[in-house]
């Protein structure tokens, strides 16, 4: 081994590291969300947007871990945006990251509440998300942070548990649970194919889709929000520190692996409940946890809501830590000052019921996921010309895949406001 060079266990050992910080980024409540939107539109027409989007944030981290590496000093999000797009960058970015993190927030205050009370089956859900509040509003008060080694275990037990509900699902899975309007739309397309002529086929393709546009818009946001993991890229970074060969590398393979998890996990829990199962559930029972305890094997249901607690618990932490030094240290509010802002928003839209579970997750996802994803790529054009030094990777252009990127986050932040 040559002297400066880091030793290769240490180097996997690195490389784990940066892949777990990626995984444990992406992956939360965004997965429990999933199988419900999906249910409804068709677990392939779900599975082909899981992979197209998927594939869309692995180009775009790799895009920001090109940022990162041509950028001399460390920066988050903010302000890598305020150094490639200026000050008006920086405010949409954090206007991104509120949203994503307010948005999270609310998502795991419900989430909690409706696991907790499907676990203990005493009360009401918001019973237990309150006690939730209080408890993680006393850790984060004193400044207790999560460790990595927790969020390595937590995603190793994730994996784990998504095993053993394959093993002791594979016998309920039903063929028919799959379909959705997917199928419905595409069998429909068929018959007038074959039946009416070429021209009454487009006609009936295009009024199919677009009658039932709404359906496949749905699981558009939930998705977006699960695969966003951003935030995570400049921590990769330092995890390497002065030996970022291998960032590439561990990019695409937490980009990737989030994407399998999604269609497995997807695949046993909608063909193990249906669409119409879910459909006769609360709004906040459709979490894939709390479906899969009412459904199947109680034991099995039990030991995933544990596992989905222990997530959600760790992943609220994470984000609300963030969200009080943001305010704390970048802005110089007071702590109690910036506790009560990071705080008080979730609680009172969960007080007042302004939303549910799939809903916060759906609107999240498109706005703060879409923004985002559209700085990235601005910010991607713009260091370009303007790095400060040469990366240890180098991505092409991309203008044309790009400007299309952009128009279709675009889109899909309009869509929310359409359907």
């Known amino acids: 081994m040559k002297r400066g060079e880091l030793n290769p266990i240490l180097q996997n050992k690195k490389l784990l590291m940066a892949i777990t910080t990626l995984i444990g980024t992406i992956v939360g409540a965004g997965m429990l969300g999933i199988p419900f939107v999906v249910a409804q539109a068709g677990f392939l027409y779900g599975s082909f947007l899981i ?21 001399k000093k460390p920066h988050q999000l903010t302000g ?61 008060s004193r400044g207790v942070k999560t460790t990595g080694t927790m969020e390595l275990i937590l995603i190793s037990l994730l994996f784990v548990v998504v095993g053993i509900i394959g093993l002791l699902s594979y016998d309920k899975i039903q063929l028919a649970h799959l379909a959705g309007f997917d199928t419905t739309i595409f069998l429909g397309i068929v018959e007038s194919l074959f039946g009416s002529g070429f021209t009454a086929f487009l006609t009936s393709a295009k009024n199919l889709i677009f009658s039932n546009l709404g359906v496949f818009i749905a699981p558009y946001g939930v998705v977006l929000f699960a695969l966003m993991g951003s935030p995570a890229i400049p921590e990769m970074r330092q995890i390497f520190d002065k030996d970022p060969k291998q960032m590439k590398k561990a990019i695409i393979l937490g980009s990737l692996i989030p994407m399998f998890l999604y269609i497995i996990f997807t695949f046993i829990v909608v063909g193990s409940i249906g669409y119409q199962n879910f459909s006769l559930l609360d709004a906040n029972q459709r979490i894939a946890t709390v479906a899969l305890s009412i459904y199947t094997n109680p034991t099995l249901g039990l030991f995933a809501n544990l596992l989905a607690v222990l997530a959600m618990f760790t992943s609220f932490l994470t984000l609300g830590l963030a969200l009080v030094d943001m305010y704390h240290l970048d802005y110089n509010f007071k702590r109690s000052y910036a506790l009560l802002l990071t705080f008080l928003v979730p609680l009172t839209i969960v007080l007042f019921d302004v939303t549910s579970f799939i809903a916060v997750l759906g609107l999240t996802g498109a706005f703060a996921g879409g923004l985002d ?43 929310q406001f359409l359907y």
Do not use: D
């Open 51 to 71: 992979i197209v989007l998927g594939l869309a944030f692995l180009m775009l981290n790799l895009f920001l871990g090109e940022i990162v590496l041509r950028t």
């Open 373 to 415: 994803a559209i700085l990235v790529i601005l910010m991607y054009w713009k260091v370009k010309k303007l790095g400060e030094r040469k990366p240890e990777y180098q991505m092409g252009k991309h203008k044309v895949l790009g400007i299309i990127l952009i128009i279709l986050f675009a889109l899909g932040i309009l869509s």
């Open 80 to 140: 890598y945006a305020e150094k490639y797009l200026g000050k008006n960058g920086k405010r949409f970015m954090m206007v991104s990251l509120l949203i994503n993190g307010y948005g999270a927030l609310i998502a795991y205050l419900i989430g909690e509440g409706a696991t907790l009370h499907s676990i203990f089956g005493w009360g009401e859900p918001l019973y237990y998300t309150l006690i939730f509040f209080v408890v993680t509003f006393l850790i984060i």
